[in-house]
């Protein structure tokens, strides 16, 4: 157990919807980071936020937006949901925004559009 | 820029053979480096690390040397089993994370 906690486990949604991941990092952990991870593709890093703070932006799309608050869980918000969208989505936490330490990942939401 | 780039999979071994997954990197600056592993139906943990040039990360058999002359960063396990059957995933961090792309490892009995 990484520490890191995600929910919901799987989510089944219809396109055109809009859902909403959640994250809370290992306790003491600053920076949380959110990835996608398709079957054909390997992890696709989308964003990052330390302290409440964006930090650092990957392939995010528009349509996806995240935030993390004052108790610093984390929500991936994915809004006009299309059949590509389907995806695990994995949230990770480390210490630090730099540094040399590790990721700690959760087990990940699994999100299908039908 | 930085990049992580490591073998395409999958890699089909029988059991107790030996195991190499190549990783070399691109970095600027003394990056971490990490092996994660990723059982099926599960996120990412941490297999190994190493932080400096010429240490070695080891866990559960397995091993991987920093090696900033050919920046390289290769897995290694002496005798793989049935259970490490997984996806590989190296990566570095010189403050953001770049991962590779993943390695799939099946292990036949």
């Known amino acids: 157990d990484s520490g890191v906690t995600q929910t919901p486990k799987h989510l089944i949604t219809a396109t055109g919807q809009r859902v909403t991941l959640r994250c809370s990092p290992r306790?003491?952990?600053?920076?949380v980071y959110w990835y996608q991870q398709s079957l054909d593709q390997g992890l696709q890093f989308l964003i990052q936020?330390?302290?409440?703070?964006?930090?650092a932006k990957g392939n995010i799309l528009e349509r996806f937006s995240a935030q993390q608050f004052p108790d610093l869980h984390s929500e991936l918000n994915l809004s006009s949901l299309e059949l590509g969208d389907s995806a695990l989505y994995f949230c990770?936490?480390?210490?630090?925004?730099?540094?040399?330490?590790?990721?700690?990942f959760g087990p990940g939401t699994r999100l299908t559009v039908l | 820029g930085n990049s992580v780039t490591q073998m395409e999979g999958p890699v089909t071994l029988s059991e107790e053979a030996f195991l190499t997954i190549n990783c070399t990197y691109t970095?600027?600056?003394?990056?971490?480096l990490f092996w994660y592993v990723q059982y099926p139906g599960e996120g990412l943990q941490l297999l190994l690390k190493?932080?400096?040039?010429?240490d070695k990360g080891s866990n559960k058999g397995f091993e991987a040397t920093y090696r900033k002359e050919t920046t390289s960063f290769h897995l290694e396990k002496g005798s793989v089993q049935v259970s490490d059957s997984a996806v590989y995933f190296c990566a570095l961090r010189s403050g953001k994370f770049y991962f590779g792309s993943g390695t799939k490892l099946n292990v036949k009995p």
């Open positions: 990770a936490s480390s210490v630090e925004s730099g540094g040399a330490g590790e990721q700690f």
């Open positions: 190493a932080t400096k040039a010429d």
């Open positions: 306790s003491g952990d600053l920076s």
């Open positions: 970095a600027t600056g003394y990056p971490s």
């Open positions: 936020y330390y302290n409440g703070e964006e930090r």
